[in-house]
Structure formats: structure tokens, C-alpha cells
């Protein structure tokens, strides 16, 4: 919960959060830590970076069918940067499901879906699928189970600004119209 007197949509909320990470020892801005990744023929790459030590970093396991059927174990960092760059934008395969607040990016190519991101208020950010990392085996928590299958639209979005990634998409862009669920 941020003190009194500051808003998770402020700047101010954001520099207060790495001051709380530097008094829990987990580094400042200047010693981020950097990990890449990418989808298994190389399409979607990307770089994460955060101020946390990986193995302290916590990881989720959503419960959606969605999750579930990639076997994705989600990681994000609000004080971090995530960047996704894809080298081919029509073999990227934005999919919409549920609330539709999120394109979850996958490579038309091979097949792996690699990251979710949602645009807010002229901000992008994204939660990561952790098994894409080259020192995925850094990453040592245990998955936290997790469902938000309760939440509305507005939580859901308020939830993704507030622990989600900033990030930057390079090399695709969400289509004018988001992609249909089958039906």
C-alpha cells in the first residue's frame, strides 16, 4: 500500500517504490540486472530488467486455461523495463481473450507465447513469460498460484499498471481491431 498522499499512476508512486527496493537491498536503478530471451526460433526477443536479484523475484502461475496450456510462469517487476522486439510483426500473433485488456503475444512461427502487455493511459505494460529467459534457472521462487477471474475490467487494468513491467514493443503494433476469441 503506497504512504498517504501518493497514487500508483504517479511518478511519484514509482520513485517511491525503487527507494522501498534499495531499503529492502535490492539494488538501485545504476545495478539492474539484465536477462534476455526469446521465443524458440528467435522472432520475439527480449530484454528484462530489474533491480531485483532473480532468485528473489516472485513468479506467478495464473490459472487461466490460457497460462495453463502454454505452462507459462509469469514474472514482472513495476521498478523494472521489459522491451519485446519482434523481427517479423506478421508472424506475431496478438490474441484476446476473457475481459480483452491484453494482447498476449505469440510467435506465429514456433508457437511460444512469450508476453502479455496492455496499454494504459499512453503507457505499455507487460508480464513476462519467465520460461523464455536464457538464465531461466536463475529465476528459483515458487511459482504463486494465482486467479483473477473475479476481477472487472477496471481492476484488472488498475492491478496490470500497478505490478506489471513499463515496457516497450518494438517492430509490432496492436492491430486497429483486436483479434476475435474463437467461438
Known sequence: ????????????????????????GRGTAEDRMRFEGRCHCGNLEVTFETSQPAA??????????????????????????????????????????GLRTADFLVC???GVFVAAVCDVGGATYATLN???LEARERFTQSPARVNYDGETADERIA????????AVVRGWRAPASPPMEPG
Open 1 to 24: 500500500m503506497p504512504p498517504t498522499g501518493f497514487s500508483a499512476r504517479t511518478s511519484a508512486w514509482r520513485r517511491w517504490m525503487l527507494l522501498l527496493q534499495r531499503s529492502l
Open 56 to 97: 528473489g523475484i516472485p513468479l506467478r502461475e495464473c490459472a487461466c486455461s490460457f497460462c495453463r496450456r502454454h505452462g507459462s510462469t509469469a514474472v514482472a517487476d513495476p521498478a523494472g523495463r521489459l522491451e519485446v522486439r519482434a523481427r517479423v510483426a506478421a508472424e506475431v500473433s496478438p490474441y484476446r481473450f
Open 108 to 110: 506465429r512461427i514456433c
Open 130 to 132: 519467465c520460461n523464455v
Open 159 to 166: 492491478r496490470r499498471r500497478r505490478v506489471w513491467t513499463p
